[in-house]
């Protein structure tokens, strides 16, 4: 198979003079080594795929790459391949990927493969041209975390499936794998539950003040579940208990006690006003469990999240001991917010981390890994700059560009990982939510996958400087950054 640059391109633009300056390779985030060799890789006519079968994620990236720069497949070319080898140094998520007279990636894994794509995409042009030019490198890369995620909150205000379409493959392109999404709160239900059909009946037909009502039904999780799967993005489900929970009092009013509860939704910002009855363990635990049954026949993720924040009741550590027994029952590992470390867990279970001043030991102690947010760094619902409407509870001067790429998990030594969180009580469209996750996302990217001690400001801010196309092309209504001098 060869592959011929298309024809039919509308916007041509003339072919590079041969004196040009060879291409910079710009790669966020910034890859574990990359040596820059003289010379360039022109492919003018045509590149020829060779073990794309072998590795069905890349494969498809890869098309997709190359169908968006209408480069076909027939004709003389340029060889490009893709090989899985037994190279135990790349481990699960690692590659190579290698231009000289041709273009190689190889991995261990699909994924790393698929990472491998991602980067052959940033040192190509973000539009289709009449021809391309590489720069010869050869990069060989693996991320420091594993979890590498963005947590979205699509309870205060929804966010509909097209929108999570376009955000995984964007959060795709920077090698981010986990998208968490917070399904519930006070302010809304968003996932169809069929044994409880009124949560979506009424908790789904409420929001925030100004936010977007609405619910995932069952199939439409599904479908995304497979679409973010075939991208390299596990979709991580939270349903947020005992507390934030007045959506699910408000359809099912026996799910509170009768002297506590205001069983009306709710559509203002407070929070810690709600909770389950948990004197009523006959009421709230078959709730629970039927709850859990549904969302973990959608969501095949190893974790899934019981929420647990901000909630002060005699019996809360009971509640989230329980429930998250009942997840490991279930053949799976919960994830609590750091609250949760007063519960009797198995050391497996996960601590989401989010206030900056948490005393973590008696966590660590326990052996609890880490998912790191702490909320001056990557509570992005906080603004871009000082002042910019919208939550700053955590950081009056807000959390921009710099301050995210600032935070270094390596002090954390059982972290996993490191998720940005979006909340949305301020944030109600699709364009509100892309201002407030780009392009602080991409350092978000950076922070988890490349080395602290590789790592600096300036360079990032020239490479991400130079891939603005490519979030133009995804068509992101992203932040003018001043940093990037895109103000
Ligand atoms: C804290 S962080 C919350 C959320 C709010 C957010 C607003 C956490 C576990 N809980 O309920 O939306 O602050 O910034």
């Not at 050391?347 to 702490?374: E, F, M, R, T």
């Not at 959390?399 to 790429?405: F, H, M, Q, T």
Request: charged fraction near 20%.
């Amino acid at each position: 198979m060869a592959l011929v640059v298309g024809a039919g391109c509308a916007h041509r633009v003339p072919a590079v003079a041969a004196d040009a300056p060879a291409p910079v390779a710009h790669v966020v985030p910034l890859p574990r080594s990359m040596e820059t060799r003289p010379g360039e890789l022109r492919i003018s006519a045509a590149v020829a795929v060779e073990g794309g079968s072998a590795a069905p994620m890349a494969g498809r990236a890869l098309a997709e790459l190359l169908a968006t720069l209408h480069i076909a497949t027939t004709g003389a070319a340029t060889p490009l391949r893709l090989q899985l080898v037994d190279d135990a140094a790349l481990g699960e998520e690692g590659y190579r990927l290698v231009v000289d007279d041709a273009i190689h990636l190889s991995a261990r894994t699909d994924i790393g493969l698929l990472h491998a794509v991602q980067s052959l995409r940033q040192l190509l042009p973000a539009n289709a041209g009449p021809e391309y030019r590489l720069p010869r490198v050869a990069i060989v890369d693996a991320p420091a975390y594993r979890w590498r995620g963005l947590s979205l909150d699509v309870a205060r205000s929804f966010l509909p499936v097209e929108y999570l379409e376009k955000h995984i493959d964007r959060m795709a392109l920077f090698k981010l794998n986990r998208l968490h999404l917070h399904l519930t709160d006070d302010q809304g239900w968003r996932i169809e539950i069929k044994r409880h059909p009124k949560l979506v009946e009424i908790g789904g037909a409420s929001a925030v003040e100004g936010g977007r009502a609405g619910y995932y039904t069952q199939e439409q999780l599904k479908h995304l579940v497979a679409y973010a799967q075939a991208r390299g993005v596990t979709l991580v489900p939270e349903i947020d208990m005992p507390g934030h929970v007045q959506a699910a009092l408000a359809s099912y009013n026996e799910l509170a006690c009768n002297d506590v509860a205001n069983l009306s939704t709710y559509s203002g910002v407070e929070v810690g006003f709600s909770v389950f009855c948990l004197e009523k363990p006959e009421v709230v635990y078959p709730f629970v469990r039927d709850v859990l049954e549904e969302v973990l026949a959608i969501f095949p993720s190893r974790e899934i999240h019981i929420g647990g924040d901000e909630i002060k009741h005699p019996l809360y550590a009971d509640f989230v001991a329980r429930t998250a027994a009942m997840v490991e029952a279930m053949g799976r590992t919960p994830i609590v917010w750091e609250e949760g470390s007063v519960a009797a867990m198995k050391p497996d279970a996960l601590l989401q981390l989010w206030n900056d001043g948490y005393a973590i030991d008696a966590a660590v102690a326990k052996g609890h890994p880490l998912i790191l947010s702490p909320c001056s760094y990557l509570y992005i619902d906080h603004g871009n700059y000082a002042g910019q409407p919208g939550a700053d509870w955590c950081r009056a001067e807000g959390v921009p560009l710099a301050r995210v790429y600032g935070f270094d998990p390596t002090p954390y030594r059982t972290a996993v990982g490191v998720e940005a969180a979006l909340w949305t009580e301020f944030v109600h469209t699709d364009a509100a939510a892309d201002d407030h996750l780009w392009p602080r996302l991409a350092a978000v990217a950076e922070v988890a996958w490349s080395p602290a001690e590789r790592r600096g400001y300036a360079g990032f801010l020239r490479r991400m400087g130079a891939l603005r196309p490519h979030l133009d092309a995804l068509g992101i209504h992203y932040h003018a950054e001043p940093d990037l001098g895109w103000a």
